[in-house]
T-cell receptor, first 113, second 113 residues
Framework: AAGVIQSPRHLIKEKRETATLKCYPI?????VYWYQQGPGQDPQFLIS???????DKGSIPDRFSAQQFSDYHSELNMSSLELGDSALYFC????????????FGNGTRLTVT | QQQVKQSPQSLIVQKGGISIINCAYE??????FPWYQQFPGKGPALLIA?????SEKKEGRFTISFNKSAKQFSLHIMDSQPGDSATYFC????????????FGQGTTLQVKP
């Protein structure tokens, strides 16, 4: 079965640079979620999109932005990167309004040096 | 403030034994309680989930016990196997938004052969 695809798997950036993470949800899933997981930490909800509109917002820094496109893929844009942004970034998808479970991708490991 | 508290932080169990992980939550508005399993370098994968209208749910070797009055729930892994060695996260959300999960801090389980 098709899963959530994230790219790239690994990304190394320097402080103050920008990064773009991509997420391709499971086919027919209309809702995308972004989570951040620091080393040894639990995943923290950042933001979600339903039908290309932002549906909820969590602890996402103002330096980060995201969007969902017409093909339902999503991108997380991160600017003015800081050392503390080094983390695993997970995308997850589900069907809105169906009480459907969340399916996570394997994440993008971002390292800021 | 951790809305979902998980214990223990780490657990070592012999093969064939029972692994028990406990979680407690604060927000009585939560009505969806999933457990996720995460292997190194992978995204969290849904194991089993429960709603507060039932006190127990079993799927194979995995059982969730739920105590609504105490605001606690636990995961029991029967006949634990070395392949169960992973990090386990409990989580909570509202059924109206099952994708916006509040995770516990995680439990690293090691099953010794």
């Amino acid at each position: 079965a098709a899963g959530v695809i994230q790219s790239p798997r690994h990304l190394i950036k320097e402080k103050r640079e920008t990064a773009t993470l991509k997420c391709y949800p499971i086919p027919r899933h209309d809702t995308v979620y972004w989570y951040q997981q620091g080393p040894g930490q639990d995943p923290q909800f950042l933001i979600s999109f339903y039908e290309k509109m932002q549906s909820d917002k969590g602890s996402i820094p103002d330096r980060f932005s995201a969007q969902q496109f017409s093909d339902y893929h999503s991108e997380l844009n991160m600017s003015s990167l800081e050392l503390g942004d080094s983390a695993l970034y997970f995308c997850a998808s589900s069907l809105q309004g169906q009480h459907s479970p969340l399916h996570f991708g394997n994440g993008t490991r971002l390292t800021v040096t | 403030q951790q809305q979902v508290k998980q214990s223990p932080q780490s657990l070592i169990v012999q093969k064939g034994g029972i692994s028990i992980i406990n979680c407690a939550y604060e927000n009585t508005a939560f009505d969806y309680f999933p457990w996720y399993q995460q292997f190194p370098g992978k995204g969290p994968a849904l194991l089993i989930a429960i709603r507060p209208d039932v006190s127990e749910k079993k799927e194979g070797r995995f059982t969730i016990s739920f105590n609504k009055s105490a605001k606690q729930f636990s995961l029991h892994i029967m006949d634990s196997q070395p392949g169960d060695s992973a990090t386990y996260f409990c989580a909570a959300s509202m059924l109206s938004n099952t994708g916006k999960l509040i995770f516990g801090q995680g439990t690293t389980l090691q099953v010794k052969p």
